[in-house]
């Protein structure tokens, strides 16, 4: 009995340490797996002719272009080798692709997949959405204007591993730009086959040349998931094994999925994120961010008239909107740049400090300007304004508190505001039937150029059409430039230009709020961009 017994325990003990090892395994397994959220659904993953943030959040852990951004924001060799000075006069680029840069399907990258993946973005055929970003490099800007074919594109395959970009005119910003996701490569022999118009529609009609890959995405469902691509070329930095994506798109929702660890790193905003401003577990990210009001400028409408935007703007008590009905860690906006968007290296200062101007409200001169405007617009009776956005709650908060400071503190006028569903929202901005719109700019690279350059003349992103031939002038000396100190002086005057004219009207820089697992570590938060995981880790 005596003997049986010992076996029994033995074999007992060897079944409970079996269990207990398999259960390890299983925890270190889910550590590696990391759960996070896109606001909206994942519609493409076709970087030539898409834009959205679920694309570019997405590309941004699964691709790599010529370069990425390291912690500090600053751009490092990814598929080049090097970060690469210019030659002729700061107009020509030769960049070598790395001999181990591999497609998530085995195929080399090379210097081709770069030359057809811009060319495809500048190709009207493509229906292409973010063209203007290629500005600068030669013959974008006659491509744009239909003056050239884009085939004439600045950038040639130079060998199997050689790439030439070649530019109109020196850009002091132009390896920061390389860092967005539509100068990523795209893998020309596999876009090929699978046909151009349906490619990255879905997991199967993807490839990655990043540390992770796509599966489980059909092109439309709300889940997908992220796994380790098995030729990336510094796969030893990647420490997850997994990531798994689900839209969630009520900041709600993300709290209480954050809550039952259904979420490593939840997106709360809104009336959600202002009641967890003391919660142990949230992260302000800091971005290149600026909410402000698109002013309708157009021939005819009232606003075209420089005073009567600045007694709007002057009118409005940025303070209380941000510490009262944001109260999210949203600053008040001085300027149209945003902070911590990169450091002027003429003076060593934060661009956007050194250059934002006064934000206290002045009730006296905004009337004063009001009274002097009207009678320049020709304007008699009660001025009607209107104030259209989107539906989401937080904006149609902000819509309120401007109706509010705007009827109360300027005489003869009557706000109205329209909180549209995003489709009609859309189509009543391009439709130029309103005075101000709610709008935002979140910058593509980490340089005010970023910002200014979107309201020159005849912008597509310059809706409101604010048009002025010395601001145009700056902005062109500024990417003509060919040393720091003409670039960042033209830079602050025109940033100087646009306040005085108030061409918009800023409101609050924005801050995003993270509900952040605390085991979770080396995310990259980019200020400018978008945030990437790939080098991230859960500790147990």
């Not at 598929?79 to 085995?106: C, E, L, Q």
């Not at 204007?145 to 970009?165: D, F, P």
């Not at 994120?273 to 961010?289: G, M, Y």
Request: proline share 4%; charged share 20%; glycine share 6%.
């Amino acid at each position: 009995m005596k003997t049986i017994n010992l076996l029994m325990v033995g074999l007992l003990t060897v079944i409970v340490a079996v269990i207990l090892a398999g259960c390890g395994q299983q925890s270190q397994s889910n550590q590696r797996t990391l759960n996070l959220m896109q606001t909206s659904d994942l519609t493409s993953l076709d970087n030539t002719n898409q834009a959205t943030l679920p694309e570019f959040n997405t590309l941004t852990n699964i691709s790599e272009g010529l370069y990425r951004l390291n912690e500090n924001d600053q751009p490092v060799p990814a598929m080049a080798t090097s970060v690469v000075k210019p030659t002729d006069h700061g107009k020509k680029y030769i960049f070598r692709i790395r001999k181990d840069a591999k497609w998530s399907n085995g195929d080399s990258v090379k210097a081709v997949d770069f030359e057809f993946a811009w060319k495809r973005a500048m190709n009207p055929a493509n229906r292409p959405v973010y063209t203007y970003v290629f500005s600068g490099i030669k013959n974008a800007d006659a491509i744009m204007k239909h003056q050239k074919s884009y085939r004439t594109l600045g950038i040639k395959a130079m060998g199997t591993r050689t790439l030439e970009v070649t530019l109109d005119h020196p850009m002091a910003y132009f390896n920061k730009l390389l860092c967005m996701p539509v100068f990523m490569p795209q893998d020309k022999q596999f876009v090929t086959k699978v046909g151009t118009d349906k490619y990255g529609t879905s997991a199967k009609k993807t490839v990655s040349n990043g540390a992770f890959k796509i599966a489980g995405w059909t092109g439309t469902n709300d889940q997908y998931r992220l796994v380790r691509n098995p030729y990336y070329w510094d796969k030893k930095a990647v420490k997850l094994t997994q990531i798994n994506y689900k839209t969630v798109k009520d900041a709600n929702t993300a709290h209480n999925l954050f809550e039952s660890n259904k979420l490593d790193d939840a997106i709360i905003s809104g009336v959600t994120a202002k009641s967890l401003q003391k919660n142990k577990n949230l992260k302000r990210v800091p971005k290149a961010w600026t909410y402000y009001l698109q002013v309708n400028q157009k021939k005819g409408q009232p606003l075209a008239n420089a005073k009567l935007r600045k007694a709007i703007s002057l009118v409005i008590n940025r303070n209380e909107l941000t510490q009262k009905v944001l109260a999210d860690g949203s600053e008040l906006a001085g300027g149209f740049v945003s902070p911590k968007t990169s450091i002027d290296p003429t003076t060593g200062r934060d661009f956007s400090e050194e250059t934002s101007g006064s934000i206290e409200p002045n009730l006296k001169k905004a009337r004063q300007l009001w009274d002097q405007g009207r009678k320049e617009a020709k304007v008699s009776g009660t001025l009607k304004i209107s104030v259209i956005g989107d539906d989401q709650d937080v904006t149609r908060n902000v819509a309120q508190f401007v109706q509010g400071q705007l009827n109360q503190n300027l005489p003869r006028i009557k706000v109205s505001i329209s909180n549209l569903p995003d489709k009609a929202y859309q189509n009543r901005r391009s439709g130029h039937n309103w005075q101000l719109s709610q709008w935002y700019w979140l910058a593509d690279f980490a340089d005010p150029i970023n910002y200014l350059g979107i309201l020159t003349t005849g912008n597509s992103m310059n809706p409101g059409h604010f048009s002025d031939r010395t601001y145009d002038q700056l902005i062109a000396t500024a990417k003509r430039a060919n040393n720091q100190k003409d670039y960042w002086q033209s830079l602050r005057q025109a940033e100087a230009r646009l306040q005085r004219l108030t061409g918009v009207i800023p409101l609050y820089y924005v801050k995003e709020d993270h509900l952040v697992n605390p085991k979770l570590t080396g995310v990259e938060y980019h200020v400018a961009g978008f945030t990437d995981y790939t080098r991230a880790s859960l500790t147990k």
